[in-house]
């Protein structure tokens, strides 16, 4: 049975996660399931000149993202779907939610370790960091999200159910959850569109993470959607 969402994803991701905690809100309120599959940056960009297009940290990031894929891809072997999106969940928080995060560590056992045993995963699964085998088929679903979109894009993408693919929305910021489903009926509805293919402005604040400095709590007031008053959006 096909998933309502399926939702590819890469966990050094920040624009990922803030789109992948929205979608999740979303779940809660409309009881979608949501496939979580993966998309690799790293494979996404292996034949890219990381020194000559990226900052100096970005091939690191991107490498840590794919050794966590290849530990995500076991849990799916060894623990089903559900263990992914819980081990996804955790993960995304201790990367993009903790004050001052160790960026350094991200695809290491020593920053592992303790997210499996969150996750309520065995702590054998750190052997996977380095397990090759599981990069075909992340390589796998890293191409089947970009036959979806097309090869110009990121991450995240999303499909819904057997019909439009899409990357994106790229949020800096969770909308209140009064505002989450609308958003979702937006993005959806636009997305269904037989003949769209873009919308996109390059003006975008940072993403509201402690990971970029940010405390989304105090960062998160803005006006809601009918110009009314200011408010908390997270």
């Known amino acids: 049975m096909?998933?309502?969402?399926?939702?590819?994803?890469?966990?050094?991701?920040?624009?990922?996660w803030l789109t992948s905690e929205w979608v999740r809100?979303?779940?809660?309120?409309?009881?979608?399931?949501?496939?979580?599959?993966?998309?690799?940056?790293?494979?996404?960009?292996?034949?890219?000149?990381?020194?000559?297009?990226?900052p100096p940290d970005y091939e690191a990031g991107h490498t840590a993202g794919l050794r966590l894929l290849r530990v995500c891809s076991q849990v799916?072997?060894?623990?089903g779907p559900e263990a992914v999106a819980r081990l996804y969940e955790v993960l995304g928080h201790r990367i993009h939610d903790a004050e001052q995060a160790a960026r350094e560590v991200r695809g290491t056992a020593e920053f592992l370790a303790p997210a499996l045993e969150e996750a309520g995963?065995?702590?054998?699964?750190?052997?996977?960091?380095?397990?090759?085998?599981?990069?075909a088929r992340v390589q796998a679903e890293t191409d089947e999200a970009l036959a979806l979109?097309?090869?110009?894009?990121?991450?995240?993408?999303?499909?819904?159910?057997?019909?439009p693919g899409f990357f994106g929305p790229v949020i800096s910021r969770?909308?209140?959850?009064?505002?989450?489903?609308?958003?979702?009926?937006?993005?959806?509805?636009?997305?269904?569109?037989p003949g769209f293919a873009e919308l996109k402005r390059s003006l975008r604040e940072r993403p509201q993470l402690r990971s970029f400095g940010v405390d989304p709590d105090a960062a998160?007031?803005?006006?809601d959607w009918h110009g009314g008053s200011r408010r908390q959006h997270r």
Do not use: M
């Open 2 to 16: 096909t998933a309502d969402v399926r939702f590819w994803f890469d966990p050094v991701c920040p624009f990922a």
């Open 25 to 54: 809100e979303v779940q809660r309120q409309r009881e979608l399931s949501v496939e979580w599959r993966f998309i690799s940056l790293r494979l996404l960009n292996k034949d890219v000149d990381y020194d000559a297009q990226f």
């Open 76 to 79: 799916r072997d060894d623990h």
């Open 121 to 135: 995963l065995p702590a054998d699964l750190v052997s996977a960091l380095d397990d090759t085998a599981h990069d």
């Open 149 to 163: 979109t097309g090869k110009d894009v990121g991450t995240p993408i999303i499909a819904v159910a057997d019909g």
């Open 174 to 193: 969770l909308p209140a959850p009064e505002d989450a489903v609308r958003l979702w009926d937006h993005v959806v509805g636009l997305a269904s569109f």
């Open 220 to 223: 998160g007031a803005e006006e």
